[in-house]
């Protein structure tokens, strides 16, 4: 048959096309002469973390062109499995979860790939990209040969890494290097078995050839529970640590091969309440050119840092959350606009290497759309049914966020005042398990507030038979050391004096839904009670819209949103979840907004939901959108914790 043979031709002609693709791309390591080999050639990257999670897919490319023509030839990003994987077998990798665009993207821009996908990231990023969903079983040893938390990997890189394999550099592709796990010598579980399952699934799914490796922190200590054989072991630390001294570190987990620093801090993260961080460009140059000299391989953590849309920040402990940016006082900023850090580090690098002829693409240009008038929906008490349509979970006592099958967000919890309170009495979670900040009402009338690790009683009045709403923020997982499995809602008993509140009722909300649905502007009328100024209002939805002007070319272009006089709470632009503001507290007080966000074709609408008072009632209230990001504002001293940069001790 004739067709039987031409496929046997081409099944001959496809290995023969393997055979010699495979035989001029390798990346291997030379043990011998210290160094990575890419197709036989010594080689060395230098390369900047990117996380694509953290930017809307319009603007990969041009953050990636940017990183090219600095001199890089590689970049380095994170997969987090909670982005692609929100519900157990549920995979979303279209739209700003397409990995494989990004990769393509990199590559068809001359970039090799230094793939780190977990299971854990750290990262900054909820639960260290672990989905939460793994807290359905409560006592879940993660990052350990936990039976169920293994089960639940190897499904999710049974996806996975047949997906990736393609994109390996001996494949055709642009990763050249893969990382298993993140920094496990940091982590007190030290289970050496998991290290070992992890490098056997990641062989069973990529094969021999690529090479695996770990990255923990600079000294002996870290690399103890860390490295293991079989990972190529590589080290991070930041400016403020003794180059030798780290990489003698290394060479005692491997006394040869090449020198490799996985992330070298070019700034440093954020928390609400603490001062942002800056790291100077000549304590950078110092480094970097310390370690260039030495031939070691440097990856930049950030090269660009991005944005916390929605809910994905992370946080540490003693429990401190991450603010929505992520500029990391990178090279880049969180607009991808360049700096002179960017360009001090682009002459740095040209001493070492050739970088790329042609213009460095311009940063973006910014747009002050100016003042928008806000008007008051209603509060989130009043939009039960439009945010809880399946109705109220009861039990005698309050369950968490993962019992009650929501992973991020809101949830109102409802009960009575069993008794009267007619003295100012505590209302109180001595277990401190409030998780993360709770908005109090009692008959629709804000009482207070309660913050784990900060406020854990305030003192209310009310009759029996008073209704009394928490509202349940979570502010985002611990993403780092000992305490990930971090449940949320109200995790232990909430007391009223001595009484132990029971007899709850447990809205959980999709407000993310009802939001982009537009529901809560579907009925007009304005329920809230006004409240006067400064004093708290129970948690409210507002809304506003403006129109890109006309006449003037390049519209629409980024913004930033500030919200004079309001206090805390979520903001969405038609419909997109652009993540929290709390300029109460600072140091972030603008939002970022890129351009793909607005519409020149209809009004953009803007919602938002205030948890403690907005500066509307009365009026007038607004926001405002300027063309200046405003991330560092000063700090109330009270709230700041003594913490050394770029020490990771400082975060447990
Ligand atoms: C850095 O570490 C090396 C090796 O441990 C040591 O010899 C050197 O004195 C250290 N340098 C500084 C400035 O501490
Ligand atoms: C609550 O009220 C009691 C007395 O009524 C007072 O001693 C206590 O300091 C108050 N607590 C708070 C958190 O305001
Ligand atoms: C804003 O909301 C209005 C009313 O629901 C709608 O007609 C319009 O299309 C929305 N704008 C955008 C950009 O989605
Ligand atoms: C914030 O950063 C800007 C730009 O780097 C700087 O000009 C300003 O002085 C800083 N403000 C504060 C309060 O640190």
């Given at each position: 048959?004739g067709s039987?043979r031409s496929w046997v031709?081409?099944?001959s002609?496809l ?8 035989a001029t791309r390798?990346?291997?390591?030379d043990y ?8 036989g ?7 900047g973390?990117?996380h694509?999670?953290?930017i809307p ?9 940017k990183?090219?023509?600095a001199g890089?030839n ?8 909670n982005?692609h994987?929100?519900?157990?077998g549920?995979y979303?990798f279209?739209g700003?979860r ?7 993207l ?7 790939v230094i ?14 990209g672990?989905?939460?969903w793994?807290l359905?079983?409560k ?7 936990d039976?169920?938390?293994?089960t639940?990997v190897d499904?999710w ?9 393609p994109?390996?550099?001996?494949n055709?592709?642009p ?7 993140n920094e496990?010598g940091s982590y007190?579980a ?8 992890l ?6 799914h990529l ?5 695996l490796?770990?990255t923990?922190?600079g000294?002996?200590g870290?690399?103890?529970?860390g ?6 072991a590589?080290?991070d ?19 040869h091969?090449?020198l490799?620093n996985s992330?070298?801090y070019t700034g ?16 950078i ?6 370690m ?7 990856n930049m953590?950030?090269?660009f840092?991005?944005?916390n849309f929605?809910?994905w920040?992370g ?6 959350p991450q ?6 006082d990178a090279?880049?900023t969180?607009?991808g606009?360049?700096?002179d850090?960017?360009?001090?580090i ?8 050739e ?9 973006t240009?910014k747009?002050?759309?100016g003042v928008?008038?806000m ?8 939009a039960?049914?439009l ?5 109220a ?5 309050p369950?968490?966020?993962i019992?009650?099958?929501q992973?991020f967000g809101?949830v109102?919890y ?8 007619l ?6 979670s ?12 009692v ?27 928490i509202l349940?923020e ?19 008993n ?6 132990v509140?029971?007899?709850w009722?447990?809205y959980s909300l999709s ?7 537009g529901r809560l ?6 329920l809230?009670a006004?409240?006067p100024?400064?004093s708290?209002?129970p948690?409210?939805f507002?809304a ?9 070319p390049?519209l629409p272009?980024?913004?930033y949103i500030q919200f004079?006089?309001?206090r805390?709470g979520?903001?969405?632009i ?5 993540g ?10 603008t939002?970022?907004?890129?351009a793909n ?10 919602t938002?939901?205030e ?13 405002e ?9 000063t700090?109330?001293?009270?709230l ?7 020490v990771k001790?400082?975060?447990?």
């Open positions: 048959m039987a031709w081409l099944f002609f290995a023969f096309l393997h055979t010699a693709l495979a390798s990346f291997t390591i011998e002469h210290d160094c990575f080999r890419k197709d050639e010594a080689f060395r990257y230098i390369s973390s990117i694509y999670s953290r897919r319009v603007y990969w490319k041009d953050r990636l062109l990183m090219y023509m890089l590689a970049i380095q990003t994170y997969i987090p499995w982005f994987e929100p519900s157990p549920q979303d279209s700003d397409d990995l494989g665009h990004f990769l393509k990199a590559q068809d821009l001359g970039l090799l793939l780190r996908p977990g299971p854990y990231i750290c990262a900054e990023w909820d639960m260290g672990l989905p939460a793994l359905k079983k006592d879940i040893v993660l990052r350990s040969s039976q169920d938390y293994i639940a499904k890189m049974g996806k996975l890494l047949p997906m990736i394999k994109y390996l550099y001996q055709g592709g990763i050249i290097t893969v990382q298993v796990e496990y007190f030290c289970d050496y078995n998991y290290l070992r399952h490098t056997k699934l990641f062989r069973s094969g021999d050839e690529v090479v490796f770990t923990d922190g000294s002996l870290y690399l103890k529970c490295s293991i054989q079989g990972l190529y590589t080290v630390f930041g400016t403020a640590s003794n180059v030798t001294a780290c990489f003698e570190a290394q060479r005692h987990a491997e006394p091969g090449p490799v992330e070298f440093w993260l954020d928390h609400w309440g603490e001062r942002h961080w800056m790291v100077p460009t000549a304590a140059l110092k480094s970097l050119n310390e260039l000299s030495m031939g070691a391989n440097v953590y950030m090269f840092g991005g944005t929605g809910y920040n946080a540490n402990t003693p429990y401190a603010p929505t940016s992520y500029d990391y090279p880049l969180e607009a606009d360049l700096t850090k960017y360009f001090a682009r002459d740095l690098i040209k001493m070492y290497k970088i790329p002829k042609g213009a460095v693409p311009p940063s240009p747009y002050a759309y928008v008038p008007k008051t929906l209603r509060t989130v008490s009043d039960l049914d945010l809880a349509f399946s109705g979970v009861k039990s005698l006592y369950l968490t966020f019992e009650l099958g992973s809101f109102l409802r009960t009575t005042l069993p008794v009267d309170c003295t100012p009495t505590p209302l109180s001595p277990m401190n398990g409030v998780h993360d900040r709770a908005y109090v009402s008959d629709g009338v804000a009482v207070g507030i309660l913050e784990r690790n900060k406020v854990i009683s305030i003192n209310i009045t009310g009759k029996a038979g008073s209704q009394l709403d349940v979570n502010l985002g997982r611990v993403n780092f050391g000992k305490d990930i499995n971090d449940f949320k809602g109200l995790v232990s909430v007391n009223l004096g001595s009484n509140l029971t007899g009722l447990m407000i993310d839904e009802a939001v982009r649905e502007q579907k009925e007009g009328s304005v809230s006004p409240a100024p400064s708290l209002s948690p409210t507002y506003g819209s403006f129109v890109i002007p006309d006449g003037i390049d272009q980024d913004t004079p006089n309001w805390k979520q903001v969405w038609n419909g997109f979840n652009l929290r503001y709390w300029p109460a507290r600072g140091p972030q007080v939002l970022y907004v890129p966000l607005l519409s020149t074709a209809a009004p953009n609408n803007i938002i939901l948890l403690e008072s907005a500066p509307c009632d009365p009026g007038p209230c607004a926001v959108f300027t063309n200046t990001p405003f991330i560092n504002a700090v109330t001293p009270t700041t914790r003594p913490r050394r940069l770029q001790e400082d975060l447990l």
